[in-house]
């Protein structure tokens, strides 16, 4: 489990910042790999994480690569959403007093276990602690290598003769001096990757780790709060009592100055003092687990002496912080974390991109009465950033999810539903427009009133023919109202390009003279042509620009309409859907209609081939060529 290697050693990692390391542009695969399970599966924190896990492990490691940053912090708060959101409350039967006949041989552990279980709020601040230590543990590397004190165990024997130890015991550094500087300092990083170790939980692989580095006596000293899982299964060597004897001394090695301040931050993980903990703390979340940390021993061990009937009064145990009910203990830790006495770096960290959301996150599972402004804050946080693709995305998903968790929230209140619909849409606004099949899934998911608006404003940027087709089959599987959002795009377009033809045309009409831009507005109107249904539909938009187009003698963009736009089949389609329609002033109505675009079809044709004979006939009369000598 050990990892070995010449990295530099160091005691001071560098703090998080208060901006957000986001990449400018958005990571295609990502993209398509969210759109694949929020299709299929829904919104599932665990498939986000672990998709984006093995998206990390496809990146080419960068030194300083905003993209691998981005995507590790978003794993972490995937995975706290997953853990937060599967917890499953059950009644617990209140806790009491400890029969006498037992109390040498009771479970401290499955008491501990109950009790956290029957309080929610210190229960989801144990999955919390559970996150971080998993999120260490990830993120985990330790070079420690065997620290024997060589140096120091050779200048003792210089100094006496007649002894020839080999391994200086426990007390050495106190009894014969301080170590020397090389065995300083391999003894410091010894301390500092147990710590780490501690803060991962993982108490067997520290005790482990000092064998290896032969300082097997250090490995009990690890585990002095171990009696707590003796009992029930395993007969007590020691009286409960003992346990809190320990705590108080623990509690006395916090205070000792002298001692290192990872091996008095060692004592403290295991008796619950928060501010030797925070003494090597270097990041967020770092503080977050030594507040949670403190919390839950602080909890637990007034439980455990209230029902074993010991006197706490001389452990010196105070509180790790105040807070009123288990409704304020969440908001009130995230203030102490942002308190301008804390630590620089637990501080500046407290008000990152991700530390904000996290905070948040676990602020709304830990106090239901505060849902709703929790939720506010939370997304107005994830909206401030949207602007960013990556962020956008990260927002998009996350509040579908938080949707999908509390969707009764999201119906009754509309502040939520218009910021949900925000995200949603700037989301929309930052994929690619090759991205058909998401742009339209995505569109489905505001709501009805907004959907037509939004992806008639993508139609309008679509300009080839087959893509135009893809677009509205897209449109189509996912259950956007294509017919709303066609006609509002050939009619956005429509009355755009009448404002802009202004300038009348040559007299004699050419096709291919046209402007590009002209152009893309006259096509437009295929958007309607693509099914059958709307033909009668296109047929009256093709009318409305036909009135203004002809009104300002603008025939060239009128032939443009008849021989590039409108099918050749128009007219026969249309006669077939109006026999189809069983209301009398539908039926007057496209009937009027249809003759109205024969009317302007025979119009333009007879004023193209009357200008064009107008043009043979006015031509000068050219000499035939000389005849060839025979």
């Known amino acids: ?50 998709l984006i896990a093995a998206r990390h492990r496809e990146l080419a490691p960068l030194p300083n690569d905003p993209l691998r940053e981005f995507l590790q912090q978003e794993q972490d708060t995937w995975r706290l959403a997953a853990h937060l959101m599967n917890i499953e409350d059950t009644p617990h039967p209140a806790l009491g007093p400890v029969p006498e006949a037992r109390r040498w041989s009771a479970s401290h552990k499955n008491m501990e276990t109950q009790f956290i279980r029957g309080r ?57 001096g301080p170590l020397e500087s090389e065995d300083a300092y391999r003894e410091e990083r010894l301390q500092h990757d147990l710590f780490q170790l501690l803060k991962c939980g993982q108490v067997e692989l520290a005790q482990q780790l000092c064998v290896e580095a032969e300082q097997p006596w250090r490995a009990p000293l690890l585990a002095l709060g171990g009696l707590q899982h003796y009992g029930e299964s395993q007969e007590a060597m020691h009286g409960c009592a003992d346990r809190f004897s320990l705590v108080s001394l623990l509690r006395g090695m916090c205070q000792q100055e002298g001692l290192g301040v990872y091996e008095r931050a060692m004592c403290g993980v295991q008796c619950g003092d928060l501010q030797t903990m925070l003494l090597a703390c270097r990041s967020w979340k770092d503080g977050l687990w030594a507040h949670v940390k403190a919390i839950l021993t602080y909890e637990t061990d007034q439980m455990l002496a209230q029902r074993l009937d010991v006197d706490m009064s001389e452990v010196n145990c105070l509180p790790p912080l105040k807070w009123a009910s288990d409704a304020d203990l969440a908001p009130e830790l995230f203030a102490q974390l942002r308190h301008p006495d804390t630590n620089a770096d637990i501080r500046v960290g407290a008000h990152s991109y991700f530390a904000t959301i996290q905070s948040l996150l676990i602020t709304y599972f830990s106090a239901p009465e505060a849902h709703e402004g929790v939720l506010k804050e939370l997304l107005e946080h994830l909206q401030g950033w949207a602007r960013l693709p ?168 009128a032939l443009e309409l008849f021989n590039r736009v ?65």
């Open 1 to 50: 489990f050990r990892v070995f290697s010449e990295m530099p050693f160091t005691l001071v990692p560098i703090p998080q910042t208060a901006t957000l390391e986001c990449p400018g542009i958005a990571d295609g695969a990502i993209e398509q790999r969210f759109f694949d399970v929020t299709s299929s599966l829904g919104p599932v924190p665990t498939q986000y994480s672990d």
């Open 120 to 176: 929610p709020v210190l229960y989801r601040l144990q999955v919390v602690l559970n996150w971080l230590e998993e999120t260490f543990f990830d993120a985990l590397r330790y070079t420690s290598g065997v620290v024997d004190w060589q140096r120091s165990v050779q200048r003792i024997q210089t100094q006496l003769l007649e002894f020839r130890m080999r391994h200086v015991d426990i007390d050495a550094p106190c009894r014969e």
């Open 390 to 557: 990556a962020a956008s995305r990260f927002a998009t998903h996350f509040v579908l999810t938080l949707e999908q968790h509390n969707r009764s929230l999201f119906q009754t209140i509309p502040v939520l539903s218009a910021l949900r619909t925000t995200l949603l849409t700037t989301y929309i606004n930052h994929l690619p427009r090759e991205q058909i099949a998401q742009i339209a899934y995505y569109t489905s998911l505001l709501p009805v009133e907004r959907q037509v608006p939004v992806f008639s404003a993508f139609m309008e940027t679509i300009e080839e023919e087959a893509t135009r087709e893809e677009v509205i089959d897209a449109a189509h599987a996912v259950g956007i109202d294509v017919a709303a959002a066609t006609k509002q795009t050939v009619t956005k377009v429509r009355e755009q390009a009448v404002k802009e033809l202004h300038t009348p045309l040559a007299p004699l009409p050419s096709i291919g003279q046209l402007a590009d831009v002209t152009k893309r507005q006259l096509h437009s109107l295929r958007w309607l042509t693509f099914r059958e249904g709307q033909r009668l539909e296109a047929v009256c938009q093709c009318n409305n620009f036909l009135r203004r187009l002809l009104h300002a003698d603008h025939f060239q963009a």
């Open 566 to 630: 409108m099918p050749l089949d128009t007219i026969a389609i249309c006669e077939k859907l109006i026999r189809q329609e069983t209301k009398a002033d539908l039926i007057r109505e496209f009937e009027r209609q249809l003759r109205e675009y024969s009317c302007w079809g025979a119009y333009v044709s007879a004023v193209k081939r009357t200008h064009s004979w107008f043009h043979f006939w006015q031509q000068q009369p050219t000499e035939p060529p000389a005849a060839l000598p025979t």
